[in-house]
Nanobody
């Protein structure tokens, strides 16, 4: 199973970005999909998650600004980020939890995509 993120980059404060993550491999189902982020010198933190049924949860710091969504058929998860702030600067990681394949159930991480919010 591989997770590949895209969509990161440099954006000005109050700007927007949309992150995408694609899961590939012999996947039968994915329970949880989520976005985490890690800023320099900080621990990795949960930004948002979404269940297979489409129920989202958000970190307090991004509520009202970020929206997580997923396409189960395409095995993709998205993060629409609006009203970006400099403190949103981090490497954003895609996470897939309880991924059922033809041989096992496991959790997986992408390699991350950097987001820099700066004028």
């Amino acid at each position: 199973v591989q997770l590949v993120e895209s969509g990161g980059g440099l954006v000005q404060p109050e700007g927007s970005l949309r992150l995408s993550c694609t899961a590939s491999g012999r996947i039968f189902s994915i329970d949880i999909m989520a976005w985490y982020r890690q800023a320099p010198g900080s621990q990795r933190e949960l930004v948002a998650l979404i269940t297979s049924g489409g129920s989202p949860n958000y970190a307090d710091s991004v509520k009202g600004r970020f929206t997580i969504s997923r396409d189960n058929a395409k095995k993709m998860v998205y993060l629409q980020m609006n009203s970006l702030k400099p403190e949103d600067t981090a490497v954003y990681y895609c996470y897939a939890g309880a991924v059922q394949t033809d041989v096992a159930v496991g959790d997986y991480w992408g390699k991350g995509t950097p987001v820099t919010v700066s004028s």
